[in-house]
């Protein structure tokens, strides 16, 4: 009996060996592979760290391209408004140069038609400057009918703001006068309007024929 005993404590001891020993091998993958996942994780964490930092410089590279083309779309925009606004300033003073000739036509309405007709009056003074002193002769008759034609035509010109310059004896002005004799005069100035050759006359301000005159030297 004592051998039999001994016998199955052998056995027990050895089974408890067998045990223990099996324990241990399956402990030991449990620890690898627990080094191993750790491991994985560490090996993991760079590549987060590195598409981190890969994003990051993707979204500056857009950012920069979006803020350089937001430059660029400010810059036409300027361009654009600078070219709105001389095209604007030029069209205002387009506008404004076609408003003045056309008040300045309305203003000098006639004009081509009163040029015409004051040679018809410098012909009626050179025939009413043919009159002498005698009144009663038969060409102061034939002439008074001049008179009175000149005299209303006269009126006629004033009324519509054309006037005869006052030229003589004044210095020679080359914006109303044009000089075609000159003569030396004992006692008077050079530069003088010694005689009106042909009366210059202005309409409303304005010169429409300069008076030709002789003038001193």
Same mark, same amino acid.
């Given at each position: 009996?004592?051998?039999?005993?001994?016998?199955?404590?052998?056995?027990?001891?050895?089974?408890? &060996? #067998?045990?223990? #020993?099996?324990? #241990?091998?399956?402990? #030991?993958?449990?620890?690898?592979?627990?080094?191993?996942?750790?491991? &994985?994780?560490?090996?993991?964490?760079?590549?987060?760290?590195?598409?981190?930092?890969?994003?990051?410089? &993707?979204?500056?590279?857009?950012?920069?391209?979006? +803020?350089?083309?937001?430059?660029?779309?400010?810059?036409?925009?300027?361009?654009?408004?600078?070219?709105?606004?001389?095209?604007?300033?030029?069209?205002?003073?387009?506008?404004?140069?076609?408003?003045?000739?056309?008040?300045?036509?309305?203003? /000098?309405?006639?004009? +081509?038609?009163?040029?015409?007709?004051?040679?018809?009056?410098?012909?009626?003074?050179?025939?009413?400057?043919?009159?002498?002193?005698?009144?009663?002769?038969?060409?102061?008759?034939?002439?008074?009918?001049?008179?009175?034609? /000149?005299?209303?035509?006269?009126?006629?010109?004033?009324?519509?703001?054309?006037?005869?310059?006052?030229?003589?004896?004044?210095?020679?002005?080359?914006?109303?006068?044009?000089?075609?004799?000159?003569?030396?005069?004992?006692?008077?100035?050079?530069?003088?309007?010694?005689?009106?050759?042909?009366?210059?006359?202005?309409?409303?301000?304005?010169?429409?024929?300069?008076?030709?005159? &002789?003038?001193?030297?």
């Amino acid at each position: 009996m004592e051998k039999e005993k001994q016998v199955m404590d052998e056995e027990k001891e050895v089974e408890v &060996k #067998s045990n223990e #020993s099996n324990n #241990s091998t399956i402990d #030991s993958p449990k620890v690898d592979l627990e080094k191993s996942q750790d491991e &994985k994780v560490d090996n993991k964490e760079p590549e987060k760290v590195e598409e981190s930092t890969k994003k990051e410089d &993707k979204k500056s590279f857009f950012k920069k391209k979006e +803020d350089s083309e937001k430059k660029k779309l400010q810059d036409e925009n300027a361009l654009l408004k600078d070219k709105y606004l001389r095209v604007n300033a030029e069209m205002q003073n387009m506008r404004r140069r076609m408003e003045e000739e056309k008040a300045n036509l309305l203003k /000098y309405e006639g004009e +081509d038609l009163i040029k015409k007709l004051l040679p018809v009056v410098d012909n009626f003074e050179r025939a009413i400057n043919m009159d002498d002193t005698n009144l009663e002769d038969e060409v102061s008759k034939f002439l008074s009918g001049f008179k009175m034609i /000149y005299g209303n035509l006269s009126d006629t010109l004033k009324n519509n703001e054309i006037i005869a310059m006052d030229v003589l004896n004044k210095p020679f002005d080359p914006n109303t006068m044009e000089a075609v004799l000159t003569e030396e005069v004992e006692g008077v100035e050079p530069n003088i309007v010694i005689d009106v050759l042909q009366k210059g006359y202005t309409y409303k301000g304005k010169v429409i024929r300069h008076a030709m005159v &002789k003038v001193s030297k």
